[in-house]
């Protein structure tokens, strides 16, 4: 018998469990757990492992590109709710893994991996929807630079490790704070951010202005990549 929720968060979701883990951000720890341990309760009756959870939450992400890319609002819109439950299922796996006491360093390569791939597969459905909505080859230039770049930042682990610094994770305020104290933080944060990324794409598939968002972000993700590479870090 599994246990009460509340228990549940007490074996998967304790501050000395998840709290200091490395890249958990305050919108995971305050938004997104908040739902998680309820479908953790659900796989735990199932034999499904945390890599297989892993797996399913890219399946659901893979969905959410699939209706972005149609192009078709009210199909933009259920792929609002898809990333949302994309990130949910994503957050499972490793409560899963540490309820079964099989988390590891391979477990979270795997999640890491798929993650990667997250973003760039979204900027993938919103270009080939650009693109059938225009007709127009810039949008592809446009989304190619988007994905292209976000990938490349995703495989530096420099910008990674600065995301993962405590005072940048805390609290909402503290992002806030830490991204704003100069003008390369603050565009690189907002060209190569994960969340701020899914939340652009879920605003401008609600208001159906997807092409809009293409072009703008292949301009913020050029100038957020030089950001980058004139000591960004050392700011």
């Not at 597969?121 to 007709?135: E, Q, R």
């Not at 190569?192 to 913020?220: G, H, Q, R, T």
């Not at 590479?229 to 700011?235: A, E, M, N, S, T």
Request: glycine content about 6%.
């Amino acid at each position: 018998m599994v246990e009460s929720i509340k228990d549940l968060r007490e074996i998967c979701q304790a501050n000395k469990v998840v709290r200091g883990r490395q890249g958990e951000q305050w919108i995971g720890r305050m938004f997104f757990r908040k739902f998680s341990i309820y479908f953790t309760k659900v796989f735990l009756y199932t034999p499904l492992t945390a890599n297989q959870i892993s797996f399913l939450s890219s399946l659901i992400a893979l969905s959410a590109a699939i209706l972005l890319a149609i192009g078709v609002w009210k199909l933009g819109i259920i792929a609002g709710f898809l990333f949302f439950l994309a990130e949910v299922v994503d957050h499972s796996d490793g409560e899963v893994a540490r309820y079964r006491k099989t988390a590891g360093i391979k477990g979270e390569r795997v999640e890491s991996y798929i993650g990667h791939f997250e973003i760039p597969l979204y900027w993938g459905g919103v270009t080939f929807a650009s693109f059938m909505l225009t007709n127009s080859v810039e949008y592809l230039a446009a989304g190619f630079i988007v994905i292209l770049l976000f990938m490349k930042i995703e495989r530096l682990k420099e910008l990674k490790k600065d995301y993962q610094n405590k005072e940048f994770q805390n609290t909402p305020l503290d992002t806030v704070s830490a991204v704003t104290k100069s003008p390369k933080r603050f565009i690189t944060f907002i060209a190569f951010s994960k969340y701020f990324n899914e939340l652009v794409i879920i605003v401008a598939a609600v208001l159906n202005i997807l092409p809009i968002a293409l072009l703008a972000y292949s301009v913020i993700s050029v100038l957020g990549y030089i950001a980058y590479g004139i000591d960004y870090l050392k700011v």
